[in-house]
């Protein structure tokens, strides 16, 4: 799998983590409790998303660390001898680490949000 493609699963896995689980928690922190109630009759499927939080949760951290381990081993890969090629060969791992970056730092919200502001609140 190429290394974008881990990165943009990744991505997609957090944020649905982000979506199922740490939505609610939110609204209900920042007492926006009535418009999250609104927003469920928009959306009802987050009611289904939500009662399967810990498997969500679980394939986002398998994805991540998965991302994660394709992104270590194609920044050790070396970039072709053409300049042209090797430049974009390195803007396009840094910009995938910056997205493996962005979706490691939106799970960690979410999780925090879905899993432990709860439990201290």
């Known amino acids: 799998m190429e290394d974008k493609s881990a990165n943009y699963l990744s991505l997609f896995a957090s944020s649905s983590t982000l979506i199922c689980c740490a939505l609610p928690s939110l609204f209900v922190v920042i007492g926006a409790g009535a418009s999250f109630a609104n927003l469920l009759t928009v959306f009802p499927f987050l009611i289904v998303l939500s009662q399967y939080k810990i498997y969500i949760t679980m394939f986002a951290l398998v994805m991540i660390v998965f991302a994660g381990y394709v992104n270590y081993k194609t ?6 001898a053409d300049p042209e090629i090797g430049r974009l060969c390195m803007q396009t791992r840094k910009r995938s680490r910056y997205i493996y970056y962005f979706s490691v730092g939106l799970f960690v919200f979410a999780t925090i949000f879905t899993y432990i502001i709860p439990r201290i609140i």
């Open 75 to 80: 920044y050790h890969m070396p970039c072709p």
